[in-house]
């Protein structure tokens, strides 16, 4: 089974600053079958990205996602107060797709 | 609008047996995969299991392979989880989860509309 590792485990930041979550694989994934979520408290996850790159329908201009083979990023150009909430990435396309374990982005 | 709405959930004994169900409004039904998705209070995501359109193709996490069965009745737009032998550590938000691309198979699941959940709790 891959396996993906968020980090940070928690990001302290200020809003209108810039926000850089990284996903890491257990090994190269050999697609950019990764997906990035947003999940508030009490509330289901949000799709934001698709494809590694590709934003989901409705989704600000100032998320956007990078990365190949084994390291993703998703990073938030400038935190709005909407932002705060938890982030899960995950692999899809393979029988052994999963989520990573999530970075929580808190206001500092 | 399109909508997934949960329901089923609840408090059960260990080794009981519940039944999830899942109504889907606003979008054709019959023609995406859907998923289960659960989250125990607090934690992470895991995807529990899957079922392609015309439940040809169901996929199981090994955590509940055996134990819990998935199904569909598209004429009835719902989609269901029955969740036998039920262990505490099943103790969950549930989420009914629709994949965005038509005709997928269980392995490309990634989601654009999720339910609000439903908790289950397993405990004596």
């Known amino acids: 089974e891959i396996v993906l590792t968020q980090s940070p485990g928690t990001l302290s930041l200020s809003p209108g600053e810039r926000a850089t979550l990284s996903c890491r694989a257990s090994?190269?994934?050999?697609?950019?079958?990764l997906a990035w979520y947003q999940q508030k408290p009490g509330q289901a996850p949000r799709l934001l990205i698709s494809?590694?790159?590709s934003r989901a329908t409705g989704i600000p201009a100032r998320f956007s996602g990078s990365g190949s083979g084994a390291d993703f990023t998703l990073t938030i150009s400038r935190l709005e107060p909407g932002d705060f909430a938890v982030y899960y990435c995950?692999?899809?396309?393979?029988?052994?797709?999963?989520f990573g374990q999530g970075t929580k982005v808190e206001i500092k | 609008e399109e909508q997934l709405v949960e329901s089923g959930g609840g408090l059960v004994k260990p080794g009981r047996s519940l039944r999830l169900s899942c109504a889907a409004s606003?979008?054709?039904?019959?023609?995406?995969?859907m998923h289960w998705v659960r989250q125990p209070p607090g934690k992470g995501l895991e995807w529990v299991s899957g079922?392609?359109?015309?439940?040809?193709?169901?996929g199981y996490a090994d955590s509940v392979k055996g134990r819990f069965i998935i199904s569909r009745d598209n004429a009835k737009n719902s989609l269901y989880l029955q969740m036998n032998s039920l262990r505490p550590e099943d103790t969950a938000f549930y989420y009914c989860?629709?994949?965005?691309?038509?005709?997928?198979?269980?392995?490309?699941?990634?989601?654009?509309?999720w339910g609000r959940g439903t908790l289950v709790t397993v405990s004596s």
């Open positions: 090994q190269s994934l050999g697609t950019n079958y």
């Open positions: 606003g979008f054709r039904f019959d023609d995406y995969a």
């Open positions: 989860a629709k994949v965005p691309v038509e005709m997928a198979t269980v392995i490309f699941r990634y989601f654009d509309l």
């Open positions: 995950q692999l899809y396309g393979t029988s052994r797709g999963t």
């Open positions: 079922i392609n359109w015309n439940s040809g193709d169901i």
């Open positions: 494809g590694a790159f």
